[in-house]
Each structure stands twice: as structure tokens, then as C-alpha cells.
Antibody, heavy 116, light 112 residues
């Protein structure tokens, strides 16, 4: 079965850092753009960042620019999200997803809680 | 990027049809043929139901259909079933170069 599995979430204090990982199974991650989408508790979906197939281009939502870094290791079929200077408003479930034209494969999500 | 506008909730009876609207601008919905709709059941990851305005992925029921008029996209679900009760989100690309995406705020569908 084609799938994505995220890990790395947890509880962190404001100003802290976390690194999320996403491993792909049964498809070659390096042939797709990949995206991180998040969902705050009780809220809607928010596009966070994406990365081109070869990692040469990355794009971010304004609220995370300069704090988050998306990267990939195609040899390991893996996607990452380095999150620094975390804020309480970054609290959310973070999903990795395959794209485009649509987000057709989603991971199960990993919860990030930013709280003192 | 501003979120797309969806009604907060819609409801319909078993067997009926409902339509969820999603309003954007010429910089997103009206500018690209990349409108998608996602279904999300509580505690689960989203699932794509419609992509490229009106295309249905393999395995998605033909009771789900999508359309667009100007800057407004619509999702129609016919023959409502109990398992259709979920949150629905629309999305659109805002750039064909960066594939940045904007989502709607979500619509809670209640099946009566």
C-alpha cells in the first residue's frame, strides 16, 4: 500500500525546535513535489510549505518564513520539516502529503504542541 | 494568502443532494484549473474527493461531483448517505510555478 508515515511531533516550549520526518512507502518520493499541511485543534487545514522533486525550490506560508525549513532526502525516501522559534500558534497536527495536482496521499499526522 | 470562503455548515436528509460552495478570487479559483475538494472524518487525515475542478479519483463514488463558475467552485453530493457526514475543504493553487495552495475554512456536513 502506498503510504506516508510522519514522526517527530511532541511537546515543546515556546522558542524551542522540533524536526518532523515523513517516510514514503511503495512509491518513489523523489518524483513528486511534497507538501506539509497543518491543522490546529478544532480548526481548518493550512498549507505550510512545499518542495520541488529535486529539492531545488521551496516555498512557505508567510507565518513560518524564516523559522521553518522543508527538506528532503530522496535516497531515503524521506521528507523533513525543521521547525525553529516555535510559537503557541504553531500548535497543530502536521501532515505530509504528496502533490500535485492534488494532495492524493496523506500521512496519519503528527501532533506538535507548543506550550510552557 | 486569504482563505477561500465556505459555509460553516450544511445539512441534508438521507438520499437528498447538497451543494457546498467555495468562493475565491481570480488569483486562485478563477485563475487555475486546480481546485480540489477534501473529505475529513473526525480524527482522520483528509481524503481527496475531487481534483482539477471536476475530476474524481479512482475509488471515489460518482455521487460526488465538482464544478466551477467564475471565482466560485462547488461540490455536489447526491444520494446522501450517513457516511458522507464529515468536514469538507476546498483548495486552490495560487501559483502554477510554486504550487502554493490556499484552503477554504471548511464546511461541516450533517446528514439528517
Amino acid at each position: 500500500e502506498v503510504q506516508l508515515v510522519e514522526s517527530g511531533g511532541g511537546l515543546v516550549q515556546p522558542g524551542g525546535s522540533l524536526r518532523l520526518s515523513c517516510v514514503a512507502s511503495r512509491f518513489t518520493l523523489g518524483t513528486y513535489w511534497m507538501t506539509w499541511v497543518r491543522q490546529a485543534p478544532g480548526r481548518g487545514l493550512e498549507w505550510v510549505a512545499n518542495i520541488k522533486e529535486d529539492g531545488s525550490e521551496t516555498y512557505y506560508v508567510d507565518s513560518v518564513k524564516g523559522r521553518f525549513t522543508i527538506s528532503r532526502d530522496n535516497a531515503k525516501n524521506s521528507l523533513f520539516l525543521q521547525m525553529n522559534s516555535l510559537r503557541t500558534e504553531d500548535t497543530a497536527v502536521y501532515y505530509c502529503t504528496r502533490s500535485p495536482p492534488a494532495f492524493d496521499i496523506w500521512g496519519q499526522g503528527t501532533m506538535v504542541t507548543v506550550s510552557s | 494568502q486569504s482563505a477561500l470562503t465556505q459555509p460553516a455548515s450544511v445539512s441534508g436528509s438521507l438520499g437528498q443532494s447538497i451543494t457546498i460552495s467555495c468562493t475565491g478570487t481570480s488569483s486562485d479559483i478563477g485563475g487555475y484549473n486546480y481546485v480540489s475538494w477534501y473529505q475529513q472524518h473526525a480524527g482522520r487525515a483528509p481524503k481527496v474527493m475531487i481534483y482539477d475542478v471536476s475530476h474524481r479519483p479512482s475509488g471515489v463514488s460518482n455521487r460526488f461531483s465538482g464544478s466551477r463558475s467564475g471565482n466560485t467552485a462547488s461540490l455536489t453530493i447526491s444520494g446522501l448517505q450517513a457516511e458522507d457526514e464529515a468536514d469538507y475543504y476546498c483548495s486552490s493553487y495560487t501559483s502554477s510555478i510554486s504550487f502554493e495552495v490556499v484552503f477554504g475554512g471548511g464546511t461541516k456536513l450533517t446528514v439528517l
